[in-house]
């Protein structure tokens, strides 16, 4: 029987960890898959199509980003820690149904995917646009 009482919530969620470690575990396991995957069982099938159509190939780019090289390693060690917090704090602690703890996460992804695509970009988009872009 857990307590009931806020007193320490601190305490109460390590005597969890440490009581029940493969409980633990399996629940962070499953929190983390449902952070990453964001996919909803409330959710229309379309949106839940849209959000794997959309997301999953983002992360794969932002995972191709990540293994690129950069001048900037302490900025990539700052956004890299910032991500891993998040995503520890929420397999830890919360419930993330609402997605909401994703949100923060989403510009660190958009950033490293924009890393894997921004060298393919000119042979992406049309020469006069590329060469308004130069201009700029």
Known sequence: AWPTT???????LARVWFEEPVY??????????????????????????LIAATLYPLYVLA???????????????LLLTF????????????????GR???PVLPVVFVFSAATLAPHLPALVPTQLCAWWRRQ
């Not at 806020?6 to 109460?12: A, E, I, P, T, V």
């Not at 891993?84 to 609402?98: E, H, K, L, P």
Request: no cysteine; hydrophobic share 50%; net charge positive.
């Open 6 to 12: 806020g007193d320490s919530l601190f305490r109460d």
């Open 24 to 49: 633990a575990l399996k629940l962070a396991a499953a929190k983390l898959t449902a952070f990453v995957l964001t996919v909803r069982p409330y959710h229309q099938w379309w949106y839940n199509v």
């Open 63 to 77: 995972a191709l980003g990540v293994r690129r090289g950069s001048r900037d390693q302490h900025g990539k060690v």
């Open 83 to 98: 991500v891993t917090m998040q995503t520890f704090i929420v397999m830890v602690t919360f419930d993330d149904w609402s």
């Open 101 to 103: 703890f994703l949100l």
